[in-house]
């Protein structure tokens, strides 16, 4: 029986802790690849690696070049007291972030945290859901400083301390955009070489760019998915990408969306039958009985339950094929969430 897909709970599932991937594969291309086609509802296992064998010539790739940016950092308040900070994105004014903090009760009115030698910042008591607004200074330049002190900020589930090697494997080989508190972990099994092969056999790519933002931290916490509002993220697609996704179109050509990220992209600059460009924030919301305008298929990770992204691929691929998918990927032991194994689904 199917259930009340407008409620939260029918997104729900049991996923035994040892699944959730606490590491990436040793190399990018070696996570394993769960290949869904719609069509005639099959499921196969391959390697990432084998991408290839499922892509034709023609077929155009939008990536998200998004660059995720040492957001988290360790200060302490003028009374020694530690704290720390997560940016998210820039504010309307000049050197003003909107930022969650930890542990945030105690922050009762403006003060300095100090992060360096080089970096404070002034924070004010003020939040609107549970995002307060901090005001940094600094000497020298600031991204070479927010790379020197911060920390690579893993998702919760992820339960061990940022290592170095997280500076480049949570990071697309394709990163150019700072701007970016989480991967679009699709990309991340990447590799340029894989990238390189298929080029060779005359598959295209092209980008956009969207920063992911708080929403990746935000569950749906309503009963009803309708009652979800989204947090909005800024997403850029530059003239050159949105000519060369309208010709593919046209030409009948597959676009293949790299992450859910990318989709949420396309998604929100279709307008008037065709992809504009422009530069704007987006927070749309895809879930079951959504028209997509764009994709013809979606590579992407497993997510988590009760998650808007579950809901997306549930909107794409049917919502019992997708729960039929996650079954078997528990019962197959494949890898979970940011550094686990990907998904390719196709109509």
Not at 283 to 297: E, M
């Amino acid at each position: 029986m199917t259930p009340d897909l407008n409620r939260r709970e029918a997104f729900s599932y049991h996923l035994p802790t040892e699944l959730i991937a606490q590491y990436p594969a040793g190399k990018r291309e070696n996570s394993r690849l769960m290949h869904l086609h719609t069509g005639d509802q099959s499921i196969n296992h391959r390697l990432f690696v084998e991408l290839p064998s499922l892509l034709r010539s023609g077929d155009l790739l939008v990536l998200n070049n998004s660059k995720v940016f040492p957001a988290r950092l360790f200060g302490r308040k003028d009374n020694g007291t530690k704290i720390e900070v997560l940016l998210l994105n820039p504010s309307s004014e000049p050197e003003k972030w909107k930022c969650l903090l930890y542990p945030a009760k105690r922050i009762k009115q403006e003060q300095y945290i100090t992060f360096s030698n080089n970096m404070k910042g002034w924070v004010y008591p003020q939040r609107i859901d549970d995002v307060y607004e901090i005001k940094l200074e600094y000497k020298g330049d600031f991204w070479q400083e927010i790379e020197s002190i911060g920390h690579i900020p893993l998702p919760p589930y992820i339960a061990r301390p940022d290592e170095s090697s997280d500076k480049t494997r949570y990071q697309t080989v394709y990163a150019r955009q700072h701007g970016s508190v989480a991967a679009p972990t699709a990309g991340l099994h990447f590799s340029k070489d894989l990238i390189q092969k298929c080029k060779d056999m005359g598959v295209q790519f092209t980008e956009l760019t969207l920063h992911v933002g708080i929403g990746t931290f935000r569950p749906v916490k309503t009963e009803l998915i309708t009652e979800h509002t989204m947090h909005s993220e800024c997403v850029e697609i530059l003239p050159e990408t949105a000519k060369t996704i309208n010709k593919a179109k046209a030409e009948g050509r597959r676009i293949i969306s790299v992450g859910t990220t990318s989709v949420r992209g396309l998604e929100s600059f279709w307008e008037a039958g065709k992809l504009q460009s422009g530069n704007r924030w987006t927070d749309i919301f895809i879930y079951p009985g959504y028209t997509f305008k764009v994709p013809d298929a979606i590579i992407t990770n497993f997510h988590l339950p009760e998650s808007t992204l579950l809901m997306m691929v549930s909107a794409f691929a049917g919502f019992e094929f997708i729960r039929k998918a996650y079954q078997v990927a528990i019962a197959e032991r494949y890898r979970f969430f940011s550094y686990g194994d990907a998904m390719y689904i196709e109509l």
